[in-house]
């Protein structure tokens, strides 16, 4: 019963990153606020990697990333290895020094997402394009905050999903 639930837990934070996909990507969903939307994945995968041991919170790191490569333009593989390594060190900083709450969430957020969108402008458009402080202030800087807009939401729900199949556990 306990491995069930894990595979239905785990199906419940598929169908959410495939659904916040979904909602970051079609167009007009999401207003643009200084040109930019949202990405929603990067909280879904940090707020799943919580609440998750340190293997699976890997795996939904990869695919979230994948999601965001598919979405986003860039290499691919790019945010799937970041994001793989940032759940990874999210899941055991809150399984050894962290109390999961809304307010680590949203302070790993910070840090985590912040990491990820520097990233994003270092790698991808720093060494590629002229003017990257203009793109940095004018497009990353509103996408992060834009983004960061999302962290609560997100992990609410992942912390329902996570206590309602665990409940069932008990």
Known sequence: MRDFNRVIRYLAYVLELLVLFMLQE???LLPAIFG???????????????FEEEIPAIAFGVVGGLFCDFGLSG????HALILAALCYFVSILSRV??????VTAVITGIW??????CAQWFFLYYFSYSMP???FVHHYLPKYFYTMIFVPLV?????G??????????
């Open 26 to 28: 079609t167009p007009g």
């Open 36 to 50: 930019v939307r949202p990405v929603l994945i990067f909280p879904a995968a940090i707020t799943i990697a919580m």
């Open 75 to 78: 290499v691919m593989g790019f």
């Open 97 to 102: 020094y962290l109390q999961v709450n809304i």
């Open 112 to 117: 985590t997402i912040g990491l990820t969108i």
């Open 133 to 135: 402080e203009y793109a």
């Open 155 to 159: 992990y609410l729900l992942n912390r």
């Open 161 to 170: 999903l996570s206590q309602a199949v665990r409940t069932q556990e008990n």
